[in-house]
């Protein structure tokens, strides 16, 4: 339950601090004194949408703190999910700062909104008195249904199922229209591909070809320059070899007079040695080279092959071609495995909507056996605060496909007088009927549910007299088994409290300021004398007064 809130620098709030206690609260003031801020306040540490003008002096942040007692309420689990750590007296903090960033804090661990809004949904149940459009909701409907039918379970198995079935369909028509876009592909990528693999490239082929081109081209130049050098060399009379040998047998002569002349010598043989070798090579490779017109043509025709593959598609080299043809290759793989993978994740599709369709069958029972009960606890309700003859019906009926909640379609039809046909609720039911109808529905969900607590914003708007009394009466009982905390107008409401706080403006210097603060026994008198009233109090009024609070006015 909620034990304590606190609020700094929100709206006309410079500061307040209240402690609720369990039971019924009252929450009660002149309109326009700021009820309605307390709740705004209270919705930030839920989760809500933080707004930088909310703050009442933009020279410092809003801060809200509230303090909830979460003993047996089973939210272990949850904070392990969210990775916060669980505390009986859990504490919710929310800073708004003036440039309007908004920090959030669970037990003094910071958290995103999402993690807020998941733990509020599960301490507090805000209805105000513009809740009433939520008969026309179906997720309320739904959620009311689930709620008596006690579906949570299932309901989030189906959730977890058909949140993997709109995924998996997403991805289907994904890879249906990549199918039809690589289909039109599909010509195109065969014919580059095909082209790049009837040319047969192999990696070092162009540099082969162009330095064979080049030996091709010259071969004439070639082949008479190296007979040439042969010739200088060796073959001639008066070959550079034969001088040679002439110097070398001559130094031979003084190598027995001159011994320095032995290193000539020997370095004059061995360049001898190396110039026969190299009149060899010259002779060898004047005998390889061949003018071949027709292998001329071949190496020419191959290069100007892969010269035109490389300039159709933009590259500079062999290695590119064959990098562009292993993509050719992947993208037409991917291409024909297209079908494969469409026909395995429409099997997946079947597979999760089977599975959908067979829980939410599941949830249709539950919903149908669920709103009997639903139908007679309402009637009973509604007949103690004064409409005997209303009756509310139910309706479930097969919805075109599945839903986020299921398959069904459910509608409530309302009458308040057995005479008239049923028709849908939201549209045919009155202000005060509404009112009376929806804390009859949020009596019924709290009681089958486990919020530690409900707060009603005037839900008992458009009602008087003894209805209102009734009213009381059904919130009092639900306050017996759990927190409740009410703002009301009413005074036949308001006299049922526990405790009654007040709400209330202030003027001083620095401005206008929202107050509240709980009321003795002695002024709980007093104002719901006023609420009674009016203005003037009238001792009539304190003893009617009295007599509501009974022995609430000691």
Do not use: W
Not at 214 to 238: V, Y
Request: net charge negative; charged share 30%; hydrophobic share 40%.
């Amino acid at each position: 339950m909620l034990c304590r809130l606190t609020v700094e620098n929100y709206a006309l709030i410079d500061r307040l601090d209240i402690e609720f206690a369990a039971g019924l609260n009252i929450i009660t003031g002149e309109t326009g004194a700021g009820k309605s801020i307390l709740l705004g306040a209270l919705g930030l540490v839920l989760g809500a949408r933080a707004d930088a003008a909310a703050i009442k002096d933009s020279g410092r942040n809003c801060v809200v703190e509230a303090e909830f007692d979460v003993r047996g309420y089973g939210l272990e689990p949850l904070f392990g999910s969210l990775d916060v750590d669980y505390d009986e007296r859990t504490v919710v903090r929310r800073v708004i700062t003036p440039a309007g960033k908004s920090r959030a804090y669970v037990n003094d661990l910071p958290v995103q909104l999402t993690a807020l809004r998941e733990i509020g949904v599960r301490l507090i149940d805000i209805h105000s008195q513009h809740q009433t459009l939520l008969l026309g909701d179906s997720r309320f409907r739904t959620g009311l249904l689930d709620s008596v039918g006690e579906a949570g379970d299932r309901l989030g198995e189906y959730r977890r199922i058909y949140g993997e079935l709109r995924r998996c369909e997403s991805e289907l028509e994904t890879l249906r229209v990549r199918a039809e876009q690589s289909g039109r592909d599909r010509e195109y990528v065969s014919f580059q591909l095909n082209e790049l693999r009837e040319a047969k490239l192999s990696e070092n082929e162009q540099q082969e070809l162009e330095a064979g081109l080049s030996e091709l081209s010259h071969a004439s130049e070639i082949r008479d320059t190296l007979l040439f050098a042969a010739s200088e060399l060796e073959g001639a009379e008066d070959s550079l070899l034969s001088r040679l040998k002439s110097v070398e047998t001559s130094v031979g002569r003084i190598t027995e007079v001159y011994p320095r002349a032995e290193e000539f010598y020997a370095r004059l043989h061995a360049a001898a040695l190396d110039l026969k070798d190299l009149a060899s090579e010259a002779a060898s490779g004047a005998d390889r080279i061949d003018a071949d017109p027709r292998r001329l043509e071949q190496v020419t025709a191959r290069l100007d092959r892969i010269y035109s593959l490389q300039q159709k598609h933009r590259v500079a080299s062999v290695s590119e071609l064959l990098a562009l043809q292993a993509r050719y290759e992947a993208q037409l793989a991917d291409i024909e495995g297209g079908a494969e993978a469409i026909a395995q994740m429409r099997q997946q599709v079947e597979r999760l909507r089977a599975e959908a369709v067979r829980i939410a069958g599941e949830l249709t029972a539950v919903r149908t056996a669920a709103a009997p009960r639903i139908e007679e606890q309402i009637a009973g309700m509604l007949a103690e605060l004064g409409m005997e003859s209303a009756v509310l019906r139910i309706e479930i009926a097969p919805a075109a496909e599945l839903r986020p909640d299921g398959a069904d379609t459910i509608r409530f039809l309302f009458t308040a007088n057995r005479r008239m046909p049923l028709q849908p609720v939201e549209k045919v039911a009155s202000g005060g009927e509404m009112s009376r109808l929806m804390l009859s529905l949020k009596s019924l969900v709290a009681r089958s549910g486990q919020l530690p607590t409900v707060i009603f914003d005037e839900i008992d708007t458009g009602v008087s007299g003894s209805v209102a009394d009734r009213m009381g009466e059904i919130i009092v009982r639900l306050s017996s088994g759990l927190q409740v905390i009410n703002i009301t107008h009413l005074p036949q409401v308001a006299a049922k409290g526990s405790d009654h706080f007040f709400v209330y403006k202030e003027e001083s210097a620095s401005g206008t300021a929202t107050r509240i603060r709980k009321l003795a026994p002695s002024e709980r008198v007093e104002q719901i004398a006023r609420m009674l009233s009016g203005t003037d109090v009238t001792e009539a009024a304190r003893e009617q007064a009295r007599l509501l609070l009974g022995d609430r006015a000691c």
